[in-house]
């Protein structure tokens, strides 16, 4: 195979188009006879709805239609279980309560939608909430996790004994006996706290029913429109050749925009067929910070267990993890946090219990990070607090414990998101992590930086950290590639597209093994007119999944081209080349057939070959593997801060990162940067803050503040440390990278925090930190 | 709230514009549903994200902060006034040369507020430029390769001169 594209910095195709106003987002479309549709939420967490008047708004000009819970009669039942239970897992409890998609006689979390407006434009549609009577018994609201999940506290669901969404507890060896031959237990209680995937377009959906064909188009910024094919299906009884979903571009995902069974993907074409009309919604930024889902926020009762040498003998977590009012997105985010808890050092006991709990919030689902974050963070703290007790360098003790490249692959005994055992298939642990301690130069830092700068007065500290992404989980994605008469090549594929660069990056597969130019290869994601297989865009997995298919359906294709051209020029295969969009004979270039005619000949009406035998230069292919990979890594940061002020300045970050083989070191890099400003983002800014009553305080980006460029590392430098053993992982040898730049920034920079201030008892237990809390933290050290 | 309607005339683009529009019309909504400018896009309505920013009488300002009314004798550029597909202004270039781009969502607010800082700043240290650009997120980049990329369209534009 020439590789004249797989594997370069290619610059991306669709940019020209974007960086010129040239590309539709859901609300650049506008359908014929639209309506505006806004919903009216509610201002209470916890409330019992005694009545809900809208006649009111009706008499409004401009409005269509409103409509309540009690409007959609047998329509209205609590929505699907998006993600199952980990039934593999034995002994788990889970309590399926699943999103309603309109609150009906009890409120559960503050932005629930209460009633649906329908008029001519949206300022109308939002003038008629003031016409709305609403009526509600307000209840306390279930805020905290440790509180909630008591048997004395107040009920999210009034059904359940208690506020259980789930109980999971998965052990490894035997922690309690390890523990009897520690030297040292270590027993500590940290926060993750709870932040916004905030991508910069809001969420969006337009419903529009054609009466006279029997069909529904639906355009939705989704990050899984096949499951809203499937659950439109199924909620008004058509088959799915009747809904045709369309995700135009979209302006980012993060995780949230997976989430189906909210009000609009179930309310909206239900009433776009009751009124034959297209309905059109477009999320504001408050209702995204109120009712779109969000992540983190777990409670972590740690305890580590250790020799006198700094031996790990075990490790113990219980933790609290908030799913908010529902849980159709089953475990995933605690699955994943008890699987990369235990997924970089040597790690022979390990209990860790899940107790996941309803509470009157928004709901949780994954967010670039995906829980993979909170088991990272609370390893790596807990290994800095083992250090500091043992009186080992945090540098010696990890390298202690960390991985050897001949310990992997290895079943770490623990079952994820996925529902199978977590296997760290590859890569060099140790490898990475001395990587980073070589780059950010950490003895020049220790002896000469960090000395220096103390005798100037000046707090400058480093931290230095381990982390694991798992990535490109199943079950499946496919793909399918068809050449054209024209020579041009299609790609098309059930995934969906929130900036990820897969027009280009699918294409560099295809313009290589077709030995065409990849400006001549067109890739359509996520439009279930096109290609109807996939799971959805989530988990780091579209280069993996989506990419190993799209080899696998152009070595078909590519058979295809030979074989008809074999026959065409009655030459043996073995006599043909590849040249650039066009088949030749080997050592007679002149005697050429296009690619385009080709695809003529490949179809029995006028071509080649025989009737009865699968047409076109079109092939399918899926790949599904049997575990995820692990993508894995190091970040060092050197951290600076005004003892006065109390603002952490990052003056240096190292990231190195192992995905495997790259498909586009450009994107690779950009995704990596785009992640690591979360993960800053995440830990000295963005915070979701609920008082007792269960409102949401910081929804619009004055409150909820998000890391802008004055706020990223002085100086930045990623470095890609591949291990042999990584580059076999799948037919492409690809890792996930979408979310490892989001997972180390937390651990190292508390780390260095601390190391700022090592010479006074600064002990940091939390995720997120602004400088009024680093300043308390202070006050007590 | 009154429905009446007010007549504007903007320039937008360089092409006069007379319209009727209610008073309370926001001038993002007014570009993007009105005249069909799509390019300028909607992130928070409160006037932090940037993603709305246009150049008002040649000052970089958030479209979702003025009503369309205010608008009313002004003139008005937007993401259309730059390049197209085909030929892209040099700023637009380095954008794609550098990948200071991934959802696209941000871009054209990031681009409206640098065209008319690069003009003033022909030469910005880093630092200037993150402090130019730190009105507007960005979800994606990291801010990284956009700021390489305003080095970039700076270092052309000199070599140019």
């Known amino acids: 195979m020439t590789e004249k594209y797989f594997g370069k910095p290619i610059k991306r195709l669709e940019d020209k188009f974007m960086l010129t106003g040239n590309v539709k987002y859901v609300d650049d479309i506008e359908v014929p006879g639209q309506l505006h549709a806004a919903f009216l939420r509610s201002d209470y967490a916890h409330a019992r709805i005694l009545k809900i008047d809208a006649s009111e708004a009706l008499k409004r000009p401009g409005v269509v239609a409103v409509y309540t819970a009690d409007d959609f009669g047998d329509f209205w039942k609590p929505g699907p279980l998006q993600v199952p239970p980990p039934t593999a897992i034995p002994g788990s409890q889970f309590n399926a309560r699943t999103l309603v998609p309109i609150a009906k006689d009890k409120i559960r979390y503050s932005g629930e939608v209460l009633a649906v407006v329908i008029a001519e434009s949206r300022y109308i549609a939002e003038d008629a909430f003031d016409d709305i009577i609403v009526d509600v018994d307000p209840l306390p609201a279930v805020v905290d996790l440790e509180k909630g999940w008591e048997n004395t506290s107040v009920l999210v669901h009034d059904d359940l004994p208690s506020n259980m969404a789930a109980l999971v507890k998965q052990e490894v060896g035997n922690y309690e006996e390890a523990k009897k031959n520690a030297d040292v237990v270590i027993s500590k209680r940290m926060l993750i706290e709870h932040v916004a995937a905030a991508a910069m377009e809001n969420r969006g959906f337009i419903a529009s029913w054609d009466e006279r064909n029997q069909e529904m188009t639906i355009w939705a910024g989704t990050q899984s429109p096949l499951t809203i094919r499937g659950s439109v299906s199924r909620a008004l009884g058509l088959a799915e050749s009747q809904i045709h979903v369309i995700t135009p571009y979209i302006g980012g995902g993060f995780g949230p925009k997976v989430m189906t069974s909210l009000a609009d993907d179930v309310l909206l074409p239900w009433i776009s067929k009751q009124l034959k009309r297209p309905i059109k919604w477009i999320e504001d930024r408050r209702e995204n910070f109120l009712a779109t889902t969000s992540e983190r926020d777990q409670v972590h009762h740690c305890e580590i267990a250790l020799k006198k040498d700094g031996t790990i003998l075990g490790f113990k977590d219980v933790f609290y993890h908030n799913t908010g009012a529902y849980d159709s997105y089953g475990m995933t985010v605690p699955l994943n946090t008890q699987t990369h808890t235990i997924s970089n050092y040597r790690i022979p006991n390990f209990y860790s219990e899940i107790r996941m709990v309803f509470t009157n919030q928004m709901v949780v689902t994954p967010v670039r990070g995906a829980g993979r974050s909170e088991g990272i963070f609370a390893m790596e703290r807990m290994v800095d607090f083992a250090a500091k007790e043992l009186g080992i360098s945090p540098i010696e003790l990890r390298k202690k414990n960390l991985l050897r490249v001949d310990e992997l692959p290895l079943n770490t005994g623990v079952i994820g998101q996925d529902f199978v055992v977590n296997i760290l298939d590859s890569g060099d642990y140790l490898g990475n992590y001395e990587k980073c301690l070589e780059v950010i130069d950490y003895e020049k830092f220790r002896k000469e930086i960090q000395p220096k700068a103390r005798k100037e007065g000046k707090r400058v500290g480093i931290g230095v950290v381990a982390f694991t992404e798992g990535t490109a989980v199943g079950p499946y994605e496919g793909c399918r590639i068809t050449v054209s008469t024209s020579g041009k090549v299609t790609m098309t594929s059930g995934y969906s597209t929130q900036g990820q660069a897969h027009q280009t990056v699918f294409a560099q597969i295809i313009a290589d093994q077709l030995n065409v130019k990849i400006e001549d290869v067109r890739v359509i994601t996520g439009d279930t007119n096109q290609f109807a297989w996939g799971a959805g865009t989530f988990a780091s997995r579209g280069a993996a999944l989506v990419g190993a298919a799209t080899y696998l359906a152009a070595q078909k294709v590519r058979a295809k081209i030979f074989s008809t051209a074999s026959k065409k020029l009655e030459v043996p295969e073995d006599e043909l080349e590849l040249c650039e969009g066009s088949v030749c004979v080997k050592g007679q270039p002149e005697t050429t057939i296009p690619l385009g005619t080709l695809a003529a000949l490949a179809n029995p009406m006028r071509g080649v070959v025989e009737p009865g035998v699968e047409p076109g230069l079109e092939a399918t292919a899926y790949y599904g593997p049997p575990h995820g990979s692990t993508g894995c890594g190091a970040m060092g940061v050197i951290v600076s801060i005004d003892e006065e002020t109390c603002k952490p300045v990052i003056e240096r970050m190292v990231m190195v990162d192992d995905c495997g083989t790259m498909i586009n070191p450009l994107i690779v890099d950009g995704q990596l940067q785009g992640g690591i400003s979360m993960g800053i983002g995440n830990t000295l800014y963005e915070r979701l803050v609920y008082d007792e009553n269960g409102q949401l305080v910081t929804a619009s980006f004055m409150d909820y503040l998000m890391p802008l460029a004055t706020d990223m590392p002085k100086k930045l430098d990623i470095v890609h440390n591949h291990a042999e053993s990584s580059l076999k992982v799948n037919p492409l040898g690809i890792k996930g990278v979408g979310e490892a730049g989001a997972i180390p920034p937390g651990p190292a920079i508390v780390q260095a925090l601390e190391d700022a201030f090592q010479d006074t008892k600064l002990e940091i237990l939390e995720s997120n930190l602004s400088p009024s809390q680093i300043y308390e933290y202070l006050k007590k050290a | ?161």
């Not at chain 2, 903007?10 to 909504?29: M, Q």
């Not at chain 2, 801010?143 to 140019?160: F, G, H, L, P, R």
């Open chain 2, 1 to 161: 709230m009154s429905n009446k309607l007010f007549p504007i005339t903007v320039t937008v683009n360089g092409v006069e514009y007379k319209r009727e529009v209610e008073a309370r019309l926001l001038l993002s909504d007014f570009l993007r549903h009105d005249l069909g400018l799509l390019g300028t896009h909607v992130g928070c309505e409160h006037g932090i994200c940037g993603a709305c920013t246009i150049l008002f009488d040649g000052g970089a300002v958030r479209s979702c902060l003025i009503f369309a009314v205010q608008a009313n004798g002004h003139e008005i550029r937007t993401v259309e006034s730059l390049g197209t597909p085909e030929n892209l202004h040099p700023l637009q270039q380095s954008f794609h040369e550098k990948h200071a781009l991934q959802c696209g969502f941000c871009t054209p607010g990031f681009l409206m507020t640098l065209v008319p800082f690069l003009e003033e700043n022909p030469h910005p240290s880093d630092d200037e430029i993150r402090e130019a650009i730190d009105g507007n997120i960005c979800r994606c980049t990291g801010y990284e390769k956009i700021v390489e990329a305003v080095q970039d369209a700076a270092a052309k534009n000199s070599q140019a001169k």
